[in-house]
Structure formats: C-alpha cells, structure tokens
C-alpha cells in the first residue's frame, strides 16, 4: 500500500542586508536565507541528477549597485532509496551571500534590491513542486 506522507509548510525565504547602510564606494554582502524544515530538504546548487532543481539565485541591481558573484553552501552528500546516484542537498537553515558594492558615483538615498530565488522542497520519498519565490531587502546610500 501506498504511503502519502504530509509535506510541511515551508516559511518564505528571507534577505537582508550587511551592512543596510553603505556609503559610496562602500562594500557589503546580502545574505539570503531558506529555513528547510525538520526531516525535509533542498537540492544543491550543483544536483548530482540533470533533472532535479537546483537551488539558485537572481538578483537585480538597482542604479549605483553592483554584485559579485553568489556563494552557495556546499551541501551534504547523501543517499536516498529512490536512486543509486549519492545526492547533494542543503538541509537547515541555508545561507546564500552575495557581495554588493555601492558605485563612488551613486546617488544617495535608499535602494530596493529585488530578486528571486528558486528550489524544491522534498522529504526522503516526496517533493513539493519547484518553487520561485520573490525576496526583496532595502539599502541605505550614504555619502560616507
């Protein structure tokens, strides 16, 4: 017989900004951050199979903002019963970091960084469909 199990709710991923006040010519990291629940988790960034849903992240830059690169976590190794294939998933609390540099030319006042970020919800033998979900976090510029 076929066992359904119940998929928790999954709390909405979250953004912040370190530091939320940059002056010009200043750098800072954003830091987003998926709460997984307990007995539940998401692929990695870099899945082991070409069909699973990778973790990732788009950000889009306001005037006088720039972004490096994105650091994801590295992910734990694991087996499930469904694949001879060893996994790499995020599980936890997962924090994605972002450095963003304020242009010497920017304008002051505040900026709103908006993005989106994109993974799938799964328990060892169930997943939730793929989901994007919108976050958003507010800066400061300062003129020093």
């Given at each position: 017989m076929l066992r359904l199990e119940a998929l928790p709710t999954w709390p909405a991923p979250s953004v912040r900004a370190e530091p939320r006040r940059l002056a010009r010519g200043q750098r800072g990291?954003?830091?987003?951050?998926?709460?997984?629940?307990?007995?539940?988790?998401?692929?990695?960034?870099?899945?082991a199979e070409p069909f699973l849903i990778p973790t990732t992240l788009d950000l889009d830059a306001p005037p006088g903002l720039?972004?490096?690169?994105?650091?994801?976590?590295?992910g734990d190794v694991e087996r499930f019963d469904w694949t001879p294939v060893v996994l790499r998933v995020y599980r936890g609390r997962v924090e994605i970091v972002v450095p963003v540099e304020v242009a010497a030319g920017a304008a002051t006042g505040r900026r709103r960084v908006t993005g989106r970020i994109r993974y799938q919800g799964c328990t060892a033998n169930a997943c939730l469909p793929p989901a994007e979900v919108e976050v958003a976090v507010d800066l400061e510029v300062t003129d020093r």
């Open positions: 990291r954003l830091v987003v951050t998926i709460d997984v629940p307990e007995g539940c988790h998401i692929q990695s960034r870099d899945p720039s972004f490096g690169p994105a650091s994801y976590p590295v």
